[in-house]
């Protein structure tokens, strides 16, 4: 008789126990039916993120949807998971483990505030873009100093700083601090200004060319803007056509015309020992029509050889070939 009751007893707990994992899956059910699925908010297939990054929690990143990566209809375009990666442990968080994991690659703000390597950041942008400007990437000055793309671009927003004339001049500047004061120096470049970028004449991501040029030489670079100085002239001046930093620093200088050093000093840096072989640099105390003073007075060695890119004097004479008019 105890045997019985005991056994009755419990198939009643195992009917308890039925009723209550039928009536929380019924529970289960009806909130199933109530929340509708996660719907994609920006990314196609982004739902399984935004369903926690979303306008409260994230709404800085959902911006990416103002950039040509959030263009839904260009099949090209990525998902969250394209740039950081599948982050599994991220998204469903293992049982009995307190903190959620962190998603498999973090770029950070401007390269900071992230563990993850610089060469795997870069790898994922690498996956598209490859071409064009970029394909000088590799073995490029930034490149190898482990400089990462997000350590200039931003990737979720619709003002990309870097990508705007005058705010790209002070990123910039946070690495070429030398740059900064010479483009502060009373003869520059409009930079400053924001008439012009670092990117109209450099190009950050490489080139084939010195100093990542957007162009594949210093005077090719510069003759985007000074047309009138390529030529070709009758007369050439050999440091014009072999490199315009002779004698300009295009960053700036204290010097009108961004010339290194003032005339006659820079025209004397090669033509020391011919024509007018020393000229004093001092005012004359009288009347004078001789060169060893003249060429000191103004503009030095300017005062008389004004075509000093080039010349095209026909005329048959000794001084033709002088850059004169």
Known sequence: MIRLRHITFIAVLILIAMNMNFAQAKDDMMIAKAKPPAKDIVLTGDAECTSCHDEEDSPEQLAIGKTRHGTRTDKRGPTCTSCHGDSETHINKPKGQGKRDKPEIIFGHFGKGTDT?????????????????????????????????????????????????????????????????????????????????????????????TKQLAKDSVNETCFTCHMEKRGPFIHNHQPVTEDCTICHNPHGTTIAKMLKSRPPFLCQECHSHTS???Q??????????????????????????????????????????????
């Open 117 to 209: 390597p610089v060469n795997e950041r870069n790898a994922v942008c690498l996956d598209c873009h490859t071409d064009g400007s970029r394909i000088h990437w590799a073995g490029s000055t930034h490149s190898s100093r482990d400089v990462a793309c997000t350590n200039c671009h931003q990737v979720h927003t619709a003002h990309d700083k870097v990508r705007d004339k005058q705010a790209q001049t002070e990123l910039c500047f946070n690495c070429h601090k030398e740059q900064r004061a010479q483009m502060h120096r009373p003869s520059h470049h409009p930079v400053p200004e924001g008439q012009m970028s670092c990117s109209d004449c450099h190009s950050p991501h490489g080139s084939a060319g």
């Open 276 to 278: 007018h072989p020393t």
């Open 280 to 325: 004093n640099a001092a005012l004359p105390d009288a009347q004078s029509t001789s060169t060893r003073v003249v060429g000191t007075v103004g503009r030095g060695c300017l005062n008389c050889h004004t075509n000093i890119h080039g010349g095209n004097s026909t005329q048959n004479s000794a001084t033709a070939g002088r850059f004169r008019r």
